[in-house]
């Protein structure tokens, strides 16, 4: 029987048309792919949400003094002490500073006590991108050093330029290495020297889109993008891209058994796959965008990005890889190409061949035993949580290896107070000075405080102790809507614990003296970023949890099903995060964690965890209407069991990716989800799900139809 002419023509008119558009799609995102980090922030206080206390007092910094960018500190030291000399060419380093177009003022040279080192604030102008002014500011130090002197640029400005350059490799060797894993696995498990390039192919084009939407919101303001996002961005694309196309291909392969052209085995695999593939993409969409509850906007951040390259994850899937693999056909496989008419593979009883035959056989006859030991495993892994410390770390630590910002602070507290150059500020009432000031001055940890004055040639003033004195001989306190800047040298180093504590003491003492006080600076920002973290994941992580379970519920038509399902996930999250614990503080000894680390993980790990169960119950589902419950389950883990694990493997490794950029909480969270994925793939989704489900036979599918069947039990 032949097609008429027309529907033979669309048959080869609309793959073409589709791969077309992509490659439009393409031509125009690849060259956006490495501007995005033109449109990237990673200032701390932009990411706060407006209502702390840090951002308002950011806010309104701009009306006691010349709006300015942030302070990179130069150190200089020497071993027994500076010479004259020393100190003469400290003081042409600052003059020469000075002279920047990117540095806005600079501060006289200060000696230590103890004669051994110096410090210079050069603080940046507004529109000055740190990373640039610090590494030419660090090219002037290095130009300027005397023999025997060492020279740090530390600070505010120096970490960030540390943390920028560390970002760096996000654009070309995070997605290299991903790309490299990914074909590796393909080339094993499929064999074939063609179908790695069609499925990668579609994630790549599948991301260029992604990053071109993305661009274009963040330039127009509309999302917010920094390394993390951008990062996680790419790892989330090929990883879902790839799993999507996975969960297609083998639907095309078995349809290549029963049908002759590539036409009719593309419908079959689109029927077979589109309902579990939209509906596992539609979950991980609406997992993403919980963040958007978050107060913390560099969370936030993340959910709109995240969602649209899901969304254009399951458009090149269901679009892209379709057009091309029936463009090629059976030649995608070779040479293990399936011919028309061959048999399926037996997929349970005792002429069943292979590893998910053997697992189907030990879950039919063990099905309690099974899941009781892997649910005692997962719970035993989990108490690795009683040694989580994940409510924040020190900003020299978020960068791993090498640091000049790290050493130069570690200098600084040597010879000054820690806090140099990074003050508290406070912003209060100008009648209440004098308290204010007396408050300020009696906490503990505090080394100085001053005013900050537009017209002192420092922007500061010194502040006496009878009210509405400033004992300044050039300046009084800048007034702003009746309030005045307090600026409080700390101690302590200012990314320190030890200088959180002395915030909190600040803002105790302060709001004593007036509850409209506030304090800000540096160290408040990271206070406030880590308590609105540990916020966020208290609220976000039980929404995450009840809305993926409200679509289990309407994808599967069962309450019991998903309720196992959700359990599953949960226990294996829990799991992952105890090792990783175990594994932070015991073989990697890294100081602790970021509170979007547990978050981040947990919105990745059950969105993407409950993906492989939703392949796999899906599948179940589909043959328990045939064949009955128990027997569907077994059949249902034979016919995924391969594609599933093969996705599995695939996502670990461009989740593990991540560790390649030297961030703290990017190589946190690549273990975590990544350790997270494998124990879904190979113990959740391949043992203990199925184990329950047949264990529970019929009423896993309660209330639905299938829970009154039982003629096949």
Same mark, same amino acid.
């Given at each position: 029987?032949?097609?008429h002419?027309?529907?033979?023509?669309?048959?080869?008119?609309?793959?073409a048309?589709?791969?077309?558009?992509?490659?439009?799609?393409?031509?125009?995102?690849?060259?956006?792919?490495?501007?995005?980090?033109?449109v990237?922030?990673?200032?701390?206080?932009?990411? #706060?949400?407006?209502?702390?206390?840090?951002?308002?007092?950011?806010?309104?910094?701009?009306?006691?003094?010349?709006?300015?960018?942030?302070?990179?500190i130069?150190?200089?030291?020497?071993?027994?002490?500076?010479?004259?000399?020393?100190?003469?060419?400290?003081?042409?380093?600052?003059?020469?500073?000075?002279?920047?177009? +990117?540095?806005?003022?600079?501060?006289?040279?200060?000696?230590?006590?103890?004669?051994?080192a110096?410090?210079?604030?050069?603080?940046?102008?507004?529109?000055?991108?740190?990373?640039?002014?610090?590494?030419?500011?660090?090219?002037?130090?290095?130009?300027?050093?005397p023999?025997?002197?060492?020279?740090?640029v530390?600070?505010?400005?120096?970490?960030?330029?540390?943390?920028?350059?560390?970002?760096?490799?996000i654009?070309?060797?995070?997605?290299?290495?991903?790309?490299?894993?990914?074909?590796? %696995?393909?080339?094993?498990?499929?064999?074939?020297?063609?179908?790695?390039?069609?499925?990668?192919?579609?994630?790549?084009?599948?991301?260029?889109?992604?990053?071109?939407?993305?661009?274009?919101?963040?330039?127009?303001g509309?999302?917010t993008?920094?390394?993390?996002?951008?990062?996680?961005?790419?790892?989330?694309? %090929?990883?879902?891209?790839?799993?999507?196309?996975?969960?297609?291909?083998?639907?095309f392969?078995?349809?290549?058994?029963?049908?002759?052209?590539?036409?009719?085995?593309?419908?079959?695999?689109?029927?077979?796959?589109?309902?579990?593939?939209?509906?596992?993409?539609?979950?991980?969409?609406?997992?993403?965008?919980?963040?958007?509850?978050?107060?913390?906007?560099?969370?936030?951040?993340?959910?709109?990005?995240?969602?649209i390259?899901?969304?254009?994850?399951?458009?090149?899937s269901?679009?892209?890889?379709?057009?091309? #693999?029936?463009?090629f056909?059976?030649?995608?496989?070779?040479?293990?190409?399936?011919?028309?008419?061959?048999?399926?593979?037996?997929?349970?009883?005792?002429?069943?061949?292979?590893?998910?035959?053997r697992?189907?056989?030990?879950?039919?006859?063990?099905?309690r035993?099974?899941?009781?030991?892997?649910?005692?495993?997962?719970l035993?892994?989990?108490?690795?949580?009683?040694?989580?410390?994940? +409510?924040?770390?020190?900003?020299?630590?978020?960068?791993?290896?090498?640091?000049?910002?790290?050493d130069?602070?570690?200098v600084?507290? +040597?010879h000054?107070?820690?806090?140099?150059?990074?003050?508290?500020?406070?912003?209060?009432?100008?009648?209440?000075?004098?308290?204010?000031?007396?408050?300020?001055?009696?906490?503990?940890?505090?080394?100085?405080?001053?005013?900050?004055a537009?017209?002192?040639?420092?922007?500061?003033?010194?502040?006496?102790?009878?009210?509405?004195a400033?004992?300044?001989?050039?300046?009084?306190?800048?007034?702003s809507?009746?309030?005045?800047?307090?600026?409080?040298?700390?101690?302590?180093?200012?990314d320190?614990?030890?200088?959180?504590?002395?915030?909190? +003491?600040?803002?105790?003492?302060v709001?004593r003296?007036?509850?409209?006080?506030?304090?800000?600076?540096?160290?408040?920002?990271?206070?406030?970023?880590?308590?609105?973290?540990?916020?966020?994941?208290?609220?976000?992580?039980?929404i995450?949890?009840?809305?993926?379970?409200g679509?289990?519920?309407?994808?599967?038509?069962?309450?019991?099903?998903?309720?196992?399902? %959700?359990?599953?996930?949960?226990?294996?999250?829990?799991?992952?995060l105890?090792?990783?614990?175990?594994?932070?503080?015991?073989?990697?000894?890294?100081?602790?964690?970021?509170?979007?680390?547990p978050?981040?993980?947990f919105?990745?790990?059950?969105?993407?965890?409950?993906?492989?169960?939703?392949?796999?119950?899906?599948?179940?589902?589909?043959?328990?209407?045939?064949?009955?419950?128990?027997?569907?389950?077994?059949?249902?883990?034979?016919?995924?069991?391969?594609? %599933?694990?093969?996705?599995?493997?695939?996502?670990?490794?461009?989740?593990?990716?991540?560790?390649?950029?030297?961030?703290?909480? #990017?190589?946190?969270?690549a273990?975590?989800?990544?350790?997270?994925?494998?124990?879904?793939?190979?113990?959740?989704?391949?043992?203990?799900?199925?184990?329950?489900?047949?264990?529970?036979?019929?009423?896993?599918?309660?209330?639905?139809?299938?829970?009154?069947?039982?003629?096949?039990?």
């Amino acid at each position: 029987m032949y097609a008429h002419p027309v529907k033979r023509s669309l048959r080869i008119v609309l793959p073409a048309l589709v791969i077309l558009v992509w490659l439009v799609v393409a031509g125009v995102g690849g060259p956006v792919f490495g501007k995005i980090g033109e449109v990237a922030t990673n200032d701390q206080t932009s990411f #706060l949400p407006a209502s702390a206390d840090a951002t308002t007092v950011q806010e309104r910094a701009a009306d006691f003094r010349q709006p300015a960018g942030a302070p990179a500190i130069v150190v200089l030291e020497r071993d027994g002490g500076l010479t004259r000399d020393d100190l003469a060419d400290a003081r042409q380093l600052a003059a020469v500073l000075a002279d920047r177009d +990117d540095v806005q003022g600079v501060s006289p040279v200060i000696p230590s006590e103890d004669g051994e080192a110096a410090e210079i604030v050069a603080t940046l102008t507004e529109a000055a991108d740190p990373g640039d002014a610090v590494a030419a500011i660090r090219a002037d130090v290095d130009a300027a050093l005397p023999t025997g002197v060492a020279g740090y640029v530390t600070g505010p400005a120096g970490f960030t330029a540390d943390l920028t350059a560390a970002f760096a490799g996000i654009d070309g060797l995070l997605l290299g290495v991903a790309l490299a894993a990914v074909f590796v %696995i393909l080339v094993v498990v499929y064999r074939s020297p063609l179908l790695p390039f069609l499925v990668l192919g579609t994630a790549t084009f599948a991301l260029c889109a992604s990053i071109l939407v993305v661009y274009a919101l963040a330039e127009a303001g509309v999302v917010t993008v920094n390394g993390q996002v951008q990062g996680i961005l790419s790892i989330l694309v %090929i990883g879902a891209a790839t799993d999507y196309a996975l969960l297609y291909t083998a639907r095309f392969r078995e349809a290549l058994r029963d049908h002759r052209t590539g036409w009719g085995a593309t419908r079959a695999a689109l029927r077979g796959s589109v309902e579990p593939i939209l509906a596992s993409g539609g979950t991980v969409i609406v997992g993403v965008l919980c963040l958007l509850f978050s107060d913390l906007n560099s969370n936030k951040a993340l959910g709109p990005v995240a969602a649209i390259g899901i969304a254009f994850s399951l458009l090149a899937s269901l679009t892209l890889l379709p057009a091309l #693999l029936m463009a090629f056909g059976r030649a995608a496989f070779w040479p293990r190409r399936p011919a028309n008419g061959s048999a399926h593979p037996v997929l349970t009883g005792a002429d069943a061949r292979g590893v998910w035959a053997r697992v189907g056989r030990l879950v039919a006859r063990r099905a309690r035993t099974v899941w009781i030991v892997c649910t005692v495993a997962l719970l035993a892994m989990g108490a690795g949580l009683v040694g989580l410390r994940a +409510d924040g770390v020190p900003q020299s630590d978020l960068v791993i290896g090498a640091s000049q910002a790290r050493d130069g602070q570690d200098v600084l507290a +040597d010879h000054f107070p820690g806090g140099s150059g990074s003050p508290a500020q406070v912003i209060g009432p100008e009648r209440d000075l004098d308290r204010l000031v007396a408050a300020v001055r009696g906490v503990d940890g505090v080394d100085d405080v001053v005013a900050a004055a537009a017209d002192s040639p420092s922007g500061t003033t010194a502040v006496g102790d009878t009210a509405g004195a400033a004992s300044g001989p050039t300046a009084r306190p800048t007034v702003s809507d009746g309030d005045v800047l307090l600026e409080a040298t700390l101690r302590a180093p200012a990314d320190s614990s030890a200088a959180e504590q002395t915030v909190r +003491d600040l803002r105790t003492a302060v709001e004593r003296v007036s509850p409209d006080a506030l304090v800000g600076g540096v160290t408040a920002t990271a206070l406030d970023t880590d308590d609105t973290g540990i916020r966020d994941r208290t609220v976000i992580i039980p929404i995450v949890l009840l809305v993926i379970l409200g679509i289990l519920m309407l994808l599967l038509r069962s309450v019991v099903a998903p309720l196992v399902l %959700i359990g599953s996930v949960v226990v294996s999250f829990a799991a992952a995060l105890g090792v990783g614990a175990l594994v932070f503080d015991h073989v990697l000894h890294l100081p602790g964690a970021d509170p979007s680390v547990p978050l981040f993980s947990f919105v990745f790990l059950v969105a993407l965890g409950v993906d492989y169960n939703i392949f796999l119950m899906t599948r179940v589902r589909e043959e328990s209407l045939r064949h009955g419950p128990r027997e569907g389950v077994l059949r249902g883990l034979g016919a995924t069991g391969g594609v %599933i694990t093969s996705a599995g493997v695939v996502l670990a490794a461009t989740f593990a990716a991540l560790g390649v950029i030297p961030i703290l909480f #990017l190589v946190q969270i690549a273990f975590v989800v990544a350790f997270g994925v494998l124990l879904d793939t190979v113990v959740v989704r391949s043992l203990l799900v199925p184990a329950v489900v047949h264990d529970l036979g019929r009423r896993a599918w309660w209330p639905s139809r299938l829970s009154r069947t039982g003629r096949h039990m």
